[in-house]
Every structure is written in C-alpha cells, then in structure tokens.
T-cell receptor, first 113, second 109 residues
Framework: GDSVTQMEGPVTLSEEAFLTINCTYT??????LFWYVQYPGEGLQLLLK?????DKGSNKGFEATYRKETTSFHLEKGSVQVSDSAVYFC????????????FGKGTKLSVKP | DAGITQSPRHKVTETGTPVTLRCHQT?????MYWYRQDPGHGLRLIHY???????DKGEVSDGYSVSRSKTEDFLLTLESATSSQTSVYFC????????FGEGSRLTVL
C-alpha cells in the first residue's frame, strides 16, 4: 500500500549547519507531497508542499523537490537556526482524496547554538 | 491561524470509561479529521468526515466512533477507553492542505 518513509532521528546539528531530512514514498498514483513541522507542545503546521513531479516547495529557507524518478521529497535548509528545532513530518495524500494524508514517523531536529 | 479548538486539552481517565473529545472549527470547512500521534508511529488517521453526518473510517478506527451533526463540530468518542488509547489526539480540517488543532492529550489508567 501507499506509505511514507523518512529518516530516523533524532538529528542534532550546530547552528548554521546544512540540513537534509530524507523522505521517500510509495504510491499507486501521483500524490501531492508535504512537509509539516511540529514545535514543542503544538499541533502540526504545513511547512511546504509540492503537487506534481519536479515541483519545488519552499518556505522559511526550507526547500524540497518532488522527484518522481526516485520517489523522494527530501527536505533541505542551507543554514539552520536554534528556532528550527522541532519534529518534521513528511506526508502524502492517498486514495485519490485531497485530504487523507499518510505521514512518516517524524524526525526530531535539535539545533545547538 | 485556522480557527480550530479542541477540548479538553488534557484528560486522565480510567479503563472502561467513555470519553468524548470535541473539535470545533470556525472555518466552515467541509472536511474534518481525527488523528492520533504516538511515538514511533507518527500520525495515524482514525476517522474523517466529508460533510454533516458523512463520516468514514481511517487506518486505526477500531474502538473509536465519531459524529458530525453540525459543520463546525466533529466529536470523537471512545466508548470504553483502554490503555492502548493513551495518546495525543489531533483534529484537522482542510483538503490538500490540512490545518491542525493544538491536540488533546488523553491518558487512560
């Protein structure tokens, strides 16, 4: 069935380091792909999305490109800040539904000053 | 911010008792969802609704029921709570992009 796999955490980086969080998906169709972020004690917020192959989503310095050939949607940021410390979730919609999402298990990022 | 309110935000209950969590939205959105979040599992869909009185099961629906009598309210009920239902429950609204509430932490002793 459809699924999302993202790299295990936790990930610990120093401030201004480069971030990559890997995400791959399996799908029977052509899903939209999403990255959500969850700050401590809060609900999830959409960080960025891409709706078709080769689309690049970007927001707050984060980027991810929808790669159909490798079924991937890796999250990157060139220079992380302490305020980026959070849990990041990769997700896809499925079953032809706009809203039903399958989430990866989440990757916790800690950024040290 | 999307107007989504979950109540209660925290609840401790005992095994076998009924529990109802409420999600209230002010966005007049057609689609509403209940997810649970557990360590090592990410978020998993329990039930969703695509309109008043229109609901369907998600991935982990056993032991849960839902009701939607008004557009703005989506209730999640645990008829007889078990310790395996200890979790953080999130309500969400939207289609294509979801907006989440702040979560309800339920502990079943």
């Amino acid at each position: 069935g459809d699924s999302v796999t993202q790299m295990e955490g936790p990930v610990t980086l120093s401030e201004e380091a480069f971030l990559t969080i890997n995400c791959t998906y399996t799908a029977t169709g052509y899903p939209s792909l999403f990255w959500y972020v969850q700050y401590p004690g809060e609900g999830l917020q959409l960080l960025l999305k891409a709706t078709k192959a080769d689309d690049k989503g970007s927001n707050k310095g984060f980027e991810a490109t929808y790669r159909k050939e490798t079924t991937s949607f890796h999250l990157e940021k060139g220079s992380v800040q302490v305020s980026d410390s959070a849990v990041y979730f990769c997700a896809q919609n499925y079953g032809g539904s706009q809203g039903n999402l399958i989430f990866g298990k989440g990757t916790k990022l800690s950024v040290k000053p | 911010d999307a107007g989504i309110t979950q109540s209660p935000r925290h609840k401790v209950t005992e095994t076998g008792t009924p529990v109802t969590l409420r999600c209230h939205q002010t966005e007049n959105h057609r689609y509403m969802y209940w997810y649970r979040q557990d360590p090592g599992h990410g978020l998993r869909l329990i039930h969703y609704s695509y309109g008043v009185k229109d609901t369907d099961k998600g991935e982990v629906s056993d032991g849960y029921s839902v009701s939607r009598s008004k557009t703005e309210d989506f209730l999640l009920t645990l008829e007889s709570a078990t310790s395996s239902q200890t979790s953080v429950y999130f309500c969400a609204i939207g289609a294509g992009e979801l907006f989440f509430g702040e979560g309800s932490r339920l502990t079943v002793l």
